[in-house]
């Protein structure tokens, strides 16, 4: 048999959320790995590695050099977005296939994303980047409250707030002025108008300028001032594909984005599409396995063969539903029991947990994120949307988390 070709994987992330990517493009092509930690889950999955700090862009290139000459590569690929501009550069330096740089800069910088849309007149909202809180205050007058503060350049919807008043505002701008300086391409706040609607997800796959709609992913967001992302689902027949389809394609086309798998989020607004920004790679949150079992399309296997210069395939396979519920406990504090109680049933497709007992969970509310505050999560399949949401919901009841306030993190206001 003739030798899996080569492609290069930069920061492979998690296991929990990531380890099912890192295996899907190790079941076709031979896998080296750019780390900034010494591989342990990955090591059935790969050949070669090389640990660089990933932060440093002369690091990374100068390791991705280093693994590009004892290997013959035939792409260069990330799902990790803070690495998507990096990893392009490299690319660009191997002479391998990729969307500029400069169109990734675009896509992680929000301010710039912003304007681009309004450029090429796609739907989003009003925008304003500010350096000061009392820039930010005037952008908020301007808007109209309530507004979203957000750092230009992150993601997990880290920093990301709903500010209803003025009141609300200095804190809301403390929060995301921190996270922002954290930022690579961009250290400013934007404020933003706030979009009233459902939130989705379209998960969209870019092959030498040509993108197709792959499948839409409805949300299930936590109340305000935080936008935590609570569940997800997946369904191969859902009617809003067709409704949401031409301003994904406008966005992806207004950024520039030539090749890849691009996960854009929306919220409908009185049943419009309005963006909210375009992420140039595969979704978190295991959206990319959600899409797999509703509609049997590898969005993983499609980004490698992208990434490798060959032309994806996205035959549906099959048309049913999958849903995942995010897990969080009631309160901060130290978790003491963790249980599933009941039988498993069939369409309960898996059920992972990231901590265990004696680990200490910080809720958004107290001050932490989605890192430090989630329990894991559990995957539910059906044959529609509203049956896997259902089933997830009524897995999600057989979990026990029960967690001690006392010895734990506290609220601010405890």
């Keep these: 048999m003739p030798a899996r070709p080569g492609v290069l994987v930069v920061a492979p992330?998690?296991?929990?959320?990531?380890?099912?990517?890192?295996?899907?493009?190790?079941?076709?092509?031979?896998?080296?790995?750019?780390?900034?930690?010494?591989?342990?889950?990955?090591?059935?999955?790969?050949?070669?590695?090389?640990?660089?700090?990933?932060?440093?862009?002369?690091?990374?290139?100068?390791?991705?050099?280093?693994?590009?000459?004892?290997?013959?590569?035939a792409g260069v690929m990330t799902w990790d977005e803070w690495s998507v501009v990096p990893t392009a550069r490299l690319?660009?330096?191997?002479?391998?296939?990729?969307?500029?740089?400069?169109?990734?800069?675009?896509?992680?910088?929000?301010?710039?994303?912003?304007?681009l849309f309004a450029r090429h007149g796609v739907p989003s909202a009003a925008?304003?980047?500010?350096?000061?809180?009392?820039?930010?205050?005037?952008?908020?007058?301007?808007?109209?409250?309530?507004?979203?503060?957000?750092?230009?350049?992150?993601?997990?919807?880290?920093?990301?707030?709903?500010?209803?008043?003025?009141?609300?505002?200095t804190a809301a701008y403390r929060a995301a002025e921190r996270t922002a300086g954290q930022g690579t391409e961009s250290t400013s706040v934007l404020v933003e108008e706030f979009l009233d609607?459902?939130?989705?997800s379209v998960e969209c796959v870019t092959y030498r300028?040509?993108?197709?709609?792959?499948?839409?992913?409805?949300?299930?967001?936590?109340?305000?001032p935080h936008f935590e992302q609570l569940a997800h689902s997946v369904d191969a027949d859902d009617p809003l594909r067709e409704t949401v389809a031409p301003a994904a394609r406008a966005a992806i086309n207004a950024l520039g984005i030539t090749d890849g798998v691009s996960h854009i989020e929306m919220r409908l607004v009185d049943g419009r599409p309005r963006l909210i920004e375009?992420?140039?790679?595969?979704?978190?949150?295991?959206?990319?396995?959600?899409?797999?079992?509703?509609?049997?399309?590898?969005?993983?296997?499609?980004?490698?063969?992208?990434a490798c210069d060959r032309t994806p395939d996205l035959t549906p396979t099959r048309s049913s539903a999958a849903a995942i519920r995010l897990l969080y406990p009631d309160t901060s504090g130290t978790l003491t029991h963790l249980t599933y109680d009941g039988p498993r049933p069939t369409w309960l497709d898996r059920v992972h947990y990231q901590c265990r007992p004696g680990d200490q969970l910080l809720l958004p509310a107290d001050g932490g994120n989605l890192y430090t505050g989630r329990i894991g999560y559990l995957i539910t399949t059906a044959t529609t949307g509203q049956q896997a949401r259902a089933r997830a919901d009524q897995a999600a009841r057989a979990v026990t988390a029960v967690l001690d306030r006392t010895s734990g993190p506290r609220s601010a206001a405890a």
């Design 91 to 115: 690319a660009r330096q191997l002479g391998l296939s990729t969307t500029s740089p400069e169109v990734m800069q675009g896509c992680r910088n929000k301010a710039t994303a912003r304007s």
């Design 13 to 73: 992330g998690d296991e929990n959320y990531r380890g099912y990517c890192l295996e899907q493009v190790a079941d076709a092509y031979r896998v080296v790995l750019l780390t900034g930690t010494e591989p342990s889950w990955e090591k059935p999955h790969i050949t070669d590695h090389a640990v660089v700090d990933l932060s440093d862009p002369a690091a990374l290139l100068a390791g991705g050099r280093a693994l590009a000459a004892r290997h013959d590569l």
């Design 127 to 169: 925008s304003v980047s500010v350096r000061t809180r009392q820039e930010a205050e005037a952008a908020a007058d301007r808007i109209g409250y309530p507004v979203v503060l957000k750092p230009a350049s992150h993601a997990g919807a880290i920093g990301v707030l709903r500010v209803d008043d003025r009141d609300q505002l």
């Design 209 to 224: 300028g040509a993108t197709t709609v792959v499948a839409v992913n409805r949300k299930t967001i936590s109340p305000p």
């Design 197 to 200: 609607g459902p939130e989705i």
């Design 278 to 306: 375009v992420n140039a790679r595969l979704a978190g949150d295991m959206i990319g396995h959600l899409v797999r079992l509703a509609t049997g399309i590898d969005l993983v296997r499609a980004a490698a063969d992208i």
